[in-house]
């Protein structure tokens, strides 16, 4: 069984800083991209980062580019989303994804999400 668990969240000012976390366990041959996505009250999951396994192709959603940085360390299964400059408007609840490959498939996994919650 894969799990993938997210740690970190909480409650910060507006401009401060947080830093999540996703671990994956459990039985897998390989992780390949992995991401943060992100749902508001009343709003639909959307993207907020990806990356590669490599880690050299990252995607960011606008609202978070050039404050937000993903990376990862393959050794450890983990993923990380560091934010900087936070705003109000980045409360949501935050999701760890990852296309993860068991035997000659990869599948999609979620954790079961973290709560960010900015202070004005």
């Known amino acids: 069984q894969v799990q993938l668990m997210e740690s970190g969240g909480g409650l910060v000012q507006a401009g401060g800083s947080m830093r999540l976390s996703c671990i994956a366990s459990g039985r897998f041959s390989r992780i390949n991209a992995m991401g943060w996505y992100r749902q508001a009250p009343g709003k639909q999951r959307e993207l907020v980062a990806t990356i590669t396994r490599g880690g050299n192709t990252n995607y960011y959603a606008d609202s978070v580019k050039g404050r937000f940085t993903i990376s990862r360390d393959n050794a450890k299964n983990t993923v990380y989303l560091q934010m900087n400059s936070l705003k109000p408007e980045d409360t949501a609840v935050y999701y760890c994804?990852?296309?993860?490959?068991?035997?000659?498939?990869?599948?999609?996994?979620w954790g079961q999400g973290t709560q960010v919650t900015v202070s004005s």
């Open positions: 994804n990852a296309k993860i490959v068991s035997g000659l498939f990869e599948y999609d996994y």
